[in-house]
């Protein structure tokens, strides 16, 4: 079965630190990809997502992911955290072919100290 | 403008009871997903509607869980005979179209506990 794989489940960061959030997926057809964040009290948001095309992709508040077909990855990206980015991150595909179900990794949550 | 609404936004309830669960999309919208968030499992799909289409019912838990989506606006996710582990928060999002087309709007959830 298709499935969305986030290895990291928590992540401990200082400000100013680099980040790189892994997103893993299983399925060799074609997909469209997405990072969705949620951060403290509020409802999920859309970070930013690849249809096709430049496979870089950049997205709100300096994330960027890039998807690389070959190693089935879309991992999320961000050279300096801030304190502000403390939330949770969700990766989610969607397999074309398997209808319009969105399918979510388990998330990964994100501290960024001080 | 007006965002997913869901209600309501706490619920408890007793083991055995029913619970209705309600989620207006956003106005326009002909895609509604129910996914229920429970700590350290990530997001589980539920249930989509699209439009006037079948809905993919294919990830509810049990017969226990059905869901209507009334009109092509509101909808409501009923549980039936609740577990413990049916405690969870209940989430609902919609989209103008098909979800590989555009981004969900996710609303603020349903917390329910069962006791």
């Known amino acids: 079965a298709q499935s969305v794989s986030q290895h990291n489940h928590h992540v401990i960061l200082s400000e100013a630190a680099s980040l790189e959030l892994g997103c893993n997926y299983s399925y060799g057809g074609t997909v469209n990809l997405f990072w969705y964040v949620q951060y403290p009290g509020q409802h999920l948001q859309l970070l930013l997502k690849?249809?096709?095309?430049?496979?870089l992709v950049k997205g709100i508040k300096g994330f960027e992911a890039e998807f690389i077909k070959s190693k089935f990855s879309f991992n999320l990206r961000k050279p300096s955290v801030q304190w502000s980015d403390t939330a949770e991150y969700f990766c989610a595909v969607i397999f074309t072919g398997g209808g319009n179900k969105l399918t979510f990794g388990t998330g990964t949550q994100l501290k960024v100290e001080l | 403008g007006a965002g997913v609404s869901q209600s309501p936004s706490n619920k408890v309830t007793e083991k055995g009871k029913d619970v209705e669960l309600r989620c207006d999309p956003i106005s326009g919208h002909t895609a509604l997903y129910w996914y229920r968030q429970s700590l350290g499992q990530g997001l589980e799909f539920l249930i989509y509607?699209?439009?006037?289409?079948?809905?993919?019912k294919s990830g509810l838990p049990s017969d226990r869980f059905s869901a209507e989506r009334t009109g092509g606006s509101v909808s409501t996710l009923t549980i039936q005979r609740t577990q413990q582990e049916d405690s969870a928060v209940y989430l609902c999002a919609s989209s103008p179209r098909r979800a590989g087309d555009s981004p969900l709007h996710f609303g603020n959830g349903t917390r329910l506990t069962v006791t």
């Open positions: 509607f699209q439009g006037n289409s079948a809905p993919d």
């Open positions: 690849y249809f096709s095309g430049d496979p």
